[in-house]
T-cell receptor
Framework: KAGVTQTPRYLIKTRGQQVTLSCSPISGHRSVSWYQQTPGQGLQFLFEYFSETQRNKGNFPGRFSGRQFSNSRSEMNVSTLELGDSALYLC???????????FGAGSRLTVL | SQKIEQNSEALNIQEGKTATLTCNYTNYSPAYLQWYRQDPGRGPVFLLLIRENEKEKRKERLKVTFDTTLKQSLFHITASQPADSATYLCALDMGGDYKLSFGAGTTVTVRA
């Protein structure tokens, strides 16, 4: 089975721009979660989707949004980028009924 | 709010020795606790899950204990090897499926 695939792996944006990150889960996994990882705050939960519905949401401003498609692929969007949004954004998929996350390699976002 | 603390940011040990990592939590009673390993530039990889009614779990050279009275988990790497050098993260469920709260991690360096 292919693992969780995230694209792009690296990107550089400037303040005020927006960015869209993509995640393809493991085949058959219907739950996709997103996390932000920074040196200061560690791994923080953004949101989780299952069958195209957001089931859980973390404490992030409305500039952070996401969606899931019928094929379980997911995207997250950050609008009006701020310097503090520079981070590694990690996507993870989960098999139904399991509690274990399988992470992708992440998308490294740098905001200048 | 829930708080998760991992005992130290860094742990340096000699090859062959046992590394012991601590994860303490407050203000919550998780149904289970997980440990992940993260290598630089990669997403976390699941290692072990232990449930609240389990005292100990083992997988090869890894051992995890879970004391719900002390609100603490210990993670042991026995007969450590340089290949075990990585950051180890503990994670607790936050009461919702697939919504985990992570500790800041402990970076283990095993010297040959």
């Amino acid at each position: 089975k292919a693992g969780v695939t995230q694209t792009p792996r690296y990107l550089i944006k400037t303040r005020g721009q927006q960015v869209t990150l993509s995640c393809s889960p493991i085949s058959g996994h219907r739950s996709v979660s997103w996390y932000q990882q920074t040196p200061g705050q560690g791994l923080q939960f953004l949101f989780e989707y299952f069958s195209e519905t957001q089931r859980n949401k973390g404490n992030f401003p409305g500039r952070f949004s996401g969606r899931q498609f019928s094929n379980s692929r997911s995207e997250m969007n950050v609008s009006t980028l701020e310097l503090g949004d520079s981070a590694l954004y990690l996507c993870a998929s989960t098999e139904a009924g399991a509690n274990v996350l399988t992470f992708g390699a992440g998308s490294r976002l740098t905001v200048l | 709010s829930q708080k998760i603390e991992q005992n130290s940011e860094a742990l340096n040990i000699q090859e062959g020795k046992t590394a012991t990592l601590t994860c303490n939590y407050t203000n919550y009673s998780p149904a289970y606790l997980q440990w992940y390993r993260q290598d630089p530039g990669r997403g976390p990889v699941f290692l072990l899950l232990i449930r609240e009614n389990e005292k100990e779990k083992r997988k090869e050279r890894l051992k995890v204990t879970f004391d719900t009275t002390l609100k603490q988990s210990l993670f042991h790497i026995t007969a450590s090897q340089p290949a075990d050098s990585a950051t180890y993260l503990c994670a607790l469920d936050m009461g919702g499926d697939y919504k985990l709260s992570f500790g800041a991690g402990t970076t283990v360096t095993v010297r040959a």
